[in-house]
Each structure stands twice: as C-alpha cells, then as structure tokens.
C-alpha cells in the first residue's frame, strides 16, 4: 500500500496543473475575468481568453448583437505563403491577478498548441482599453514563422438587408453607403471608404495601418477607435471577399511578432 502511495505522488508529480482563470459571478459579469465600463463602451475578458466591446447607449444598455469580438492568435506563416491561426489553449490560461470589474492593469499567461506561451496584458487608458503583449516562448515554431496577434472582427450588420435588398443592389449600395472604414497608414496618408466599397482590388489586406475608424451607421450611429502604438502595427483583412458591409478584421501585431515586448499596444475605443 505505502509503495502504490509513492507511485500515485509521483505520477502526480509529472501531470501538469490545470490552469484556468478565475471569474466573476455576478451577474452582469458572469464569466468575466476583467472587465471596465465607460460613457461609452463596456468591456470584457472571458475565461476562455476572447474579449468583446460593446457600445453604450443611452439608456445604458448593452445590445448582445450589436459587438466587437476579439481574439488572441499565433499566426503561423506557411511554406507556402498563406497562414494558419492557432487559438488560445483555455485551459492554459492563468494570472495573478484577481478578476474585476474596474479593470485598471492585469495580466494573463497562457499558451497555444506547440509550447508556444504568451502574456498579455490589459489596462484602461483615457476610457480606451489597452492591449500589449509578446511571446515568452516560440515552442515548436522556431525559425520566425509565427507571431503573435490580437484581432478585432468587424461583423455583419447587414446581412439581413443584403437578402431584403438582394433584387436591388443600388439600394442596397445606399444603405451600406452610410457606414465608413477611414484608416491612417504609418507614412501618415489617410484612406476613407464607404461600406459599399472593397478595402482594395487584387488584395486581401491592407498593412501598415497605424489607425483605424470605423463609424456603423445600422448601430447608432457608433464609431469604433483602434490605434498602434509603439513598435507595431495594424492590418486590415475582409472576412469573405466582397464590399466591407459584409465584415472586416482589424489584426494588431508588434512589430518583431511580439518575442521581444517592449512599449507597442494595441488601443480599442467607442465614440
């Protein structure tokens, strides 16, 4: 009996811990690892390591459907020369730091698939919410052919007038028309396009972005601020191919990947 005890201890010993962030269970927050509410925005950082913002409106409601998902990635750069995403492992997730409401600095660690660990950090600056991260080990992707990224998905709020409206383009391109992407690049030149516009012919994204805004007429109107700052930058990918009513990303990268860390960060805001 003592040695099958030895045995149980030691075998233990080698399993590692599951790590998981702890929440907050109100219910407002539930599920909420941090969290910070503005005039104009609500925030939150769940337990499986996505985040959403969310718009207030007057009557200081949150409207589930109407959002900004956000994601934690390793991007992965092919052979070939297409990428592949490697999501946050969940269960990976752990901080120090205990789970709020008043979200004021925090910091998560966790990993993805092929040992590569990360740590971002949130914090709250002038009623935007601040992102910074960096990779603390590359894993399995050695050789410079991951990164580290923190995307915001632009979605659809359209869908349902594009089938409404799918026997009448023109009126459609009017309506759409009243939504707007304006995006500064990092030498400072400034791009404005309406929702019934394409992000650019022959490409699938646009780099090199240090600002982006995006104002949603079907949803206020609200406008929605993201900026780089530091050693890093922004790109702008469709979600399927077509005008951008039909959903976009905004993809923040440091600009070494994110191994080295340092000043860069990735604000998002609601206007």
């Not at 590692?16 to 599920?31: N, S, T, Y």
């Not at 934690?72 to 752990?94: F, R, Y």
């Not at 404005?192 to 206020?220: I, K, M, N, P």
């Amino acid at each position: 009996m003592k040695n099958l005890l030895i045995v149980l201890i030691a075998a233990a010993a080698v399993i590692p811990a599951r790590a998981e962030l702890q929440v907050l269970e109100d219910r407002e927050w539930a599920g909420t690892f941090a969290g910070f509410e503005s005039r104009s925005l609500r925030f939150q950082f769940l337990a499986d390591g996505s985040a959403v913002v969310h718009p207030l409106f007057k009557d200081k409601q949150v409207y589930p459907y109407v959002r900004i998902p956000i994601r934690i990635e390793l991007e992965e750069s092919l052979a070939d020369g297409s990428t592949k995403l490697h999501p946050v492992l969940p269960e990976s997730l752990e901080s120090s730091d205990k789970p709020t409401e008043k979200l004021k600095r925090s910091t998560v660690k966790g990993s993805f698939e092929g040992g590569a660990t990360f740590e971002v950090t949130l914090a709250v600056k002038s009623g935007a919410v601040l992102f910074s991260g960096k990779l603390i080990d590359a894993g399995t992707f050695k050789d410079g052919r991951a990164r580290l990224r923190i995307a915001a998905e632009i979605l659809n709020f359209y869908g349902k007038d594009e089938k409404k409206l799918k026997n009448d383009p023109v009126a459609l391109a009017e309506l759409v028309a009243k939504s707007s992407l304006t995006y500064m690049a990092n030498d400072r030149k400034r791009t404005e396009l309406d929702f019934s516009e394409s992000l650019g012919s022959g490409s699938t994204a646009v780099t090199g972005v240090r600002e982006a805004s995006v104002e949603l007429a079907v949803v206020g109107p609200k406008t929605f601020e993201f900026e780089a700052a530091g050693a890093s930058s922004l790109r702008l990918e469709p979600r399927v191919g077509g005008p951008l009513h039909r959903g976009f990303f905004v993809i923040w990268s440091p600009d070494d990947g994110g191994k080295a860390g340092g000043e860069a960060s990735f604000s998002v805001a609601v206007k």
